[in-house]
């Protein structure tokens, strides 16, 4: 079975700090890998995605991860954070599935953001 | 705002009762999702649709039951409501049910189950 695992729970970071959220995934096939993040008192927003092509993607707000297939890992990075980055953070995988079956996204458990002004 | 709307925003109820929750997908979107986001659980797939016929099952409980119907919104029901129910439950939508399409989420409908 597939499974998410996010080993940060929560991270507390100046401004301007660098930030890199860990993600690690177990499955054997081929993988779609995403991270979504949900402000305070708001709905999960995707914040970039994986499916196939240059490892390194890039997202909205600043916000990139690397995927690397060895490590079964999709880390999310970002230079220098804002206040406004405070939210907690999802990375989430769904198995590659040919034939348009399903869509099922497994979510790790989250790491919390503060960061502080 | 995604586009995907839910109601109620809260929802307060009691041990043994019945709610519904209701979700209407983006303008264009076939595919429904449900997930259940608890402090105990994290974020778990319930259920998704595409075009009415139920597509992949996850954790979901034999007290819950969902449907999409041919407007395509889709509608969660939970019966026999225990205080482990009370969760965000949130609804997501896609245009196709392939893995490669993104969900997009709804704002979730808070559950209190007292």
């Known amino acids: 079975a597939q499974s998410v695992s996010q080993h940060n729970h929560h991270v507390i970071l100046s401004e301007a700090a660098s930030l890199e959220l860990g993600c690690n995934y177990s499955y054997g096939g081929t993988v779609n890998l995403f991270w979504y993040v949900q402000y305070p008192g708001q709905h999960l927003q995707l914040l970039l995605k994986?499916?196939?092509?240059?490892?390194l993607v890039k997202g909205i707000k600043g916000f990139e991860a690397e995927f690397i297939k060895s490590k079964f890992s999709f880390n999310l990075r970002k230079p220098s954070v804002q206040w406004s980055d405070t939210a907690e953070y999802f990375c989430?995988?769904?198995?590659?599935?040919?034939?348009?079956?399903?869509?099922?996204?497994?979510f790790g458990t989250g790491t919390l953001l503060a960061v502080q002004p | 705002d995604s586009g995907v709307t839910q109601t109620p925003k809260h929802l307060i109820t009691a041990t043994g009762q019945r709610v519904t929750l209701r979700c209407s997908p983006r303008s264009g979107d076939l595919s429904v999702y449900w997930y259940q986001q608890s402090l105990d659980q994290g974020l778990q797939f319930l259920i998704q649709y595409y075009n009415g016929e139920e597509r992949a099952k996850g954790n979901i409980l034999e007290r819950f039951s969902a449907q999409q119907f041919p407007d395509l919104h889709s509608e969660l029901n939970l019966s026999s409501l225990e205080l482990g129910d009370s969760a965000l439950y949130f609804c997501a939508s896609s245009l196709r049910p392939e893995s490669t399409d993104t969900q997009y989420f709804g704002p979730g409908t808070r559950l209190t189950v007292l």
């Open positions: 989430a995988v769904n198995a590659m599935n040919y034939g348009g079956a399903t869509n099922k996204l497994i």
């Open positions: 994986y499916f196939s092509g240059d490892p």
